[in-house]
C-alpha cells in the first residue's frame, strides 16, 4: 500500500433489510477497496445488527447479503470495529457475531480474527485518526 | 473535528451516539431537524446543556427560520451559524463526521 493512501472509515449504524443502507454502504466498501486505500469500518448502534451470526433470508424473499462480509478480508478490509456498549445493550456478545477472518500476508497468511471490539473511546481515537469518515 | 446531525433527538439516535463518541472540544453543528436539539424545554435540554460544557454547539439558521424557532427559544450557548459559517467550520476541520 502506497504512503499517499488515505485512512478512510466507513461507519454502519443501521440494520439490515429494513433499510437499504447497510446493503449500500456494504457494497460502497467493496468499490472503494479497489483503489488501494486504508479502509476500515465501525459498527455502531442498529449496525451491529449486520454482523450477526444466522441471517437467514429464505422465507422473506430478500437477498441475504450477510454472506458477502466474509469477502471483505479479500478485498483487504481487515479492520471491523464493534461498538462494544451497541453490543450490549442489544443482548449481543462477540460470539453472537459472524465469524470473520483475514490472511494477513506479513504473517504468513495466518488466519486472523476481523472483528474488533471496542470501547467508546478506542472509538473516538479511531474517528480522529481518519482522513476521511463516511456514514451508511 | 466538526459533527453535524441533521436528524430529530426525538426520532432518531444521531444525538446520543455523537455525544458518547465525539471528543470534548469538538464543534456540533445541528442542521436540518437536528436543531430541534438546540431548543429550550424540550426532553433533551439537559442533555444539551451538559453538552455545551464539553462542545462547541451550532444551529444553522435557515433551518431553524424554516422551523419557525425564534433564536431566543433557543438553549443558552448554542451559537446559530448561516451557510457561509458552515462552509468556515467544515473548512477549518480536519474532518468531518455526518451523523445520520
Same mark, same amino acid.
Given at each position: 500500500? @502506497?504512503?499517499?493512501?488515505?485512512? !478512510? %472509515?466507513?461507519?454502519? $449504524? $443501521? ?7 447497510? +446493503?449500500?454502504? =456494504? ?15 465501525? !459498527?455502531?448502534?442498529?449496525?451491529? !445488527? ?11 424473499? %430478500?437477498?441475504?447479503? @450477510? ?12 479492520? =471491523?470495529?464493534?461498538?462494544?456498549? &451497541? +453490543? ?30 471496542? &470501547? ?17 | ?9 426525538? #426520532?432518531?439516535? @444521531? ?13 456540533? =453543528?445541528?442542521? #436540518? ?39 431566543? $427559544? ?14 468556515? +467550520?467544515?473548512?477549518? @476541520? ?7
Amino acid at each position: 500500500m @502506497s504512503d499517499a493512501a488515505k485512512k !478512510f %472509515m466507513y461507519v454502519n $449504524r $443501521r440494520a439490515p433489510y429494513g433499510t437499504v443502507y447497510a +446493503l449500500e454502504g =456494504l457494497e460502497v466498501v467493496l468499490i472503494g477497496a479497489a483503489f488501494d486505500q486504508d479502509v476500515c469500518m465501525a !459498527f455502531i448502534d442498529d449496525g451491529v !445488527f449486520q454482523l450477526k451470526k444466522g441471517q437467514d433470508t429464505k422465507d422473506s424473499n %430478500m437477498k441475504n447479503f @450477510s454472506p458477502t462480509y466474509r469477502a471483505l478480508g479479500d478485498y483487504e478490509v481487515t479492520k =471491523l470495529y464493534v461498538d462494544k456498549e &451497541s +453490543l450490549e445493550q442489544r443482548g449481543l456478545g462477540e460470539d453472537d457475531l459472524m465469524d470473520l477472518t483475514y490472511e494477513d500476508e506479513d504473517d504468513d497468511y495466518n488466519e486472523k480474527p476481523s472483528i474488533r471490539i471496542v &470501547s467508546r473511546d478506542e472509538l473516538a481515537d479511531l474517528m480522529e485518526q481518519q482522513d476521511v469518515i463516511l456514514n451508511y | 473535528m466538526l459533527h453535524t446531525i441533521n436528524k430529530s433527538p426525538f #426520532e432518531k439516535n @444521531s444525538l446520543d451516539t455523537c455525544l458518547r463518541l465525539a471528543k470534548p472540544g469538538s464543534e456540533i =453543528l445541528l442542521l #436540518e431537524d437536528g436543531v430541534y436539539a438546540a431548543v429550550k424545554g424540550t426532553a433533551v435540554e439537559q442533555k444539551m446543556v451538559q453538552a455545551l460544557g464539553d462542545y462547541t454547539v451550532y444551529a444553522l439558521g435557515p433551518d431553524l427560520k424554516a422551523r419557525g424557532i425564534e433564536e431566543d $427559544r433557543l438553549i443558552d450557548g448554542v451559537e446559530v451559524v448561516g451557510y457561509d459559517g458552515f462552509v468556515d +467550520l467544515a473548512a477549518n @476541520s480536519d474532518r468531518v463526521q455526518s451523523w445520520l
